[in-house]
């Protein structure tokens, strides 16, 4: 079983910078395939970065060059900085967490693999 919760999100203007924080807490010693994805109102969930179990990132075209994804084992805790945000960057940003499944497989970014998911945290980007 994981736990998820978020924290960092706010408002900000174009062009400024947010840092989101995915705080884990796990029931065993299992690793998992992260990810952060987002929402807004009227669209669907799309994926946002991933980072799998051996470290492999991958990002939505709309963030390369601006997001980063990142974790800190000794913390627990999945990081998503976030700089020259747009207002189309404005969603609801969700952590969420995949079990693996062995070999080399990994969820990317596809959500429905995700089974473990935060409560969210809001982003508000203003032109």
């Known amino acids: 079983q994981v736990q998820l919760v978020e924290s960092g999100g706010g408002s900000v203007q174009a062009g400024g910078s947010l840092r989101l924080s995915c705080a884990v807490s796990?029931?065993?010693?299992?690793?998992?395939?992260m990810g952060w994805f987002r929402q807004a109102p009227g669209k669907e969930r799309e994926g946002v970065a991933s980072i799998d179990t051996r470290s492999n990132i991958r990002y939505a075209d709309s963030v390369k060059g601006r997001f980063t994804i990142s974790q800190d084992n000794a913390k627990n805790t999945l990081y998503l900085q976030m700089n020259s945000l747009k207002p189309e960057d404005t969603a609801m940003y969700y952590c969420?967490?995949?079990?693996?499944?062995?070999?080399?497989?990994?969820?990317?970014?596809?959500?429905?693999?995700?089974?473990?998911w935060g409560q969210g945290t809001q982003v508000t980007v203003s032109s």
């Open positions: 969420a967490a995949a079990s693996q499944r062995g070999g080399t497989w990994s969820p990317g970014l596809w959500d429905v693999f995700y089974a473990y």
């Open positions: 796990r029931s065993t010693d299992n690793i998992y395939h």
